[in-house]
Structure formats: structure tokens, C-alpha cells
């Protein structure tokens, strides 16, 4: 399957913690996108890390690229009540002269106020 | 800027109906567009990749004649679910892009509740 592989599925934590996703995918990727999803509706990018670039900041958000485990890592620090929501990587595959996005299994990030 | 606008954001219906879903690019236009559908607390499975004035990429294991697909301009395509089943019920999602890149983000619009009876 090329779909990213995320964990955690799930992830509690207090206000003002950092919380840490992680995405792989069992193919080399070319870049990678995190998307934000409050439940029930749809999806709003958030970043866009290239294959070329090791780190990437937006605001309260870290993106990370780890060699050694071949995935790329979401940082959202000092967290807030309104950060809950599912939280998806996915990245852009090429497919007969065009290409189509494929996304991560998600993780669910509540923040406890 | 960048705007998706998806209707209905939800829908019931009778089994053995048809369902038509619009998606549009209100401010930019999309020769691209996706059909996602997402099942309760999981992620997205790309069901098909709508080409305006051409048919649709339909991705493997969706069937074609079940789930229509139109997009007959820059800024309209449509998904039309025939003759549902309790089974179709889910949430679908499109998304588009003013970019045609590797590195462009995708904006969605805000998914469709289908439930069928």
C-alpha cells in the first residue's frame, strides 16, 4: 500500500505541552504535507516540507525529516485547547503523466485544557 | 483566496437512489480535482481524480459506474453515487488545486455526509 503510516493513532496531552507525529512511507517520497482536520469537515494545509529540506518552521509548527527512520515528524509546541483535531501527512505521487496525493492514517491530538 | 465550496454538506436517502455531490472552486480555477471518501475515525482514500473535459482516473477497486464523475468545466466537477446502498454511507471529500505542481497544498471543501437508509 503506499499510504503514510502515522503514529501515534492518538494522542492526549495538556494545554501548553508540544505534541510530536511522526509519518512514513514505505516508498522515497519527493515531499511531504501536513494537513489539519476538526471533526466532520474538511481538510486545511498547514506546511509543506521538500525532500531537500531537513527542517521547516510555521509559527508554532516544527516539521523534521529523520534519515535514520525515514519519516518526517510534525511538532506543534506550546499546544492550546484549539489544536485538537486529526492531524494527516500526505505527499504527492507521480502516476502516468500526472500525479495524485496520498494520505497518512492520522493521528488524533486532543488537548486538554 | 484558494476556496472550495462542496454541496450538499450532508444528505439521507432512500437505498436504490442516486446522489449527486457538487464541488466548486469558487475563485480560482482547478483542472484537477479529488474525490476522497473518509470512513469514521480513519483517513482518506483517494477514490478517483477528476480531469476537466476527460475522463475520470478512477483508482483501483472503485467502480466506475457506481461512482460518477463530471467535470465538464474549470470550476465545477461533480460525483454522483447511483443506486446507493447502506454500504455507500460516508463522508466524501473533494479537494482542488489553482496549481498544476508537485508541491502545490490542496484546498478542500468541507465533505459531504452521505447516509443511505
Known amino acids: 500500500s503506499q499510504q503514510g503510516e502515522e503514529d501515534p493513532q492518538a494522542l492526549s496531552i495538556q494545554e501548553g505541552e508540544n505534541a510530536t507525529m511522526n509519518c512514513s512511507y514505505k516508498t522515497s517520497i519527493n515531499n511531504l504535507q501536513w494537513y489539519r482536520q476538526n471533526s466532520g469537515r474538511g481538510l486545511v494545509h498547514l506546511i509543506l516540507?521538500?525532500?531537500?529540506?531537513r527542517e521547516k518552521h510555521s509559527g508554532r509548527l516544527r516539521v523534521t525529516l529523520d534519515t535514520s527512520k525515514k519519516s518526517r515528524s510534525l511538532l506543534i509546541t506550546a499546544s492550546r485547547a484549539a489544536d485538537t483535531a486529526s492531524y494527516f501527512c500526505a505527499t504527492a505521487v507521480s502516476t502516468s503523466g500526472t500525479y495524485k496525493y496520498i494520505f497518512g492514517t492520522g493521528t488524533r491530538l486532543k488537548v486538554l485544557a | 483566496g484558494a476556496v472550495v465550496s462542496q454541496h450538499p454538506s450532508w444528505v439521507i436517502c432512500k437505498s436504490g437512489t442516486s446522489v449527486k455531490i457538487e464541488c466548486r472552486s469558487l475563485d480560482f480555477q482547478a483542472t484537477t480535482m479529488f474525490w476522497y471518501r473518509q470512513f469514521p475515525k480513519q483517513s482518506l482514500m483517494l477514490m478517483a481524480t477528476s480531469n476537466e473535459g476527460s475522463k475520470a482516473t478512477y483508482e483501483q477497486g472503485v467502480e466506475k459506474d457506481k461512482f460518477l464523475i463530471n467535470h465538464a468545466s474549470l470550476t465545477l466537477s461533480t460525483l454522483t453515487v447511483t443506486s446507493a446502498h447502506p454500504e455507500d454511507s460516508s463522508f466524501y471529500i473533494c479537494s482542488a488545486s489553482p496549481w498544476s505542481s508537485y508541491n502545490s497544498p490542496l484546498h478542500f471543501g468541507n465533505g459531504t455526509r452521505l447516509t443511505v437508509t
Open positions: 516540507i521538500r525532500s531537500n529540506e
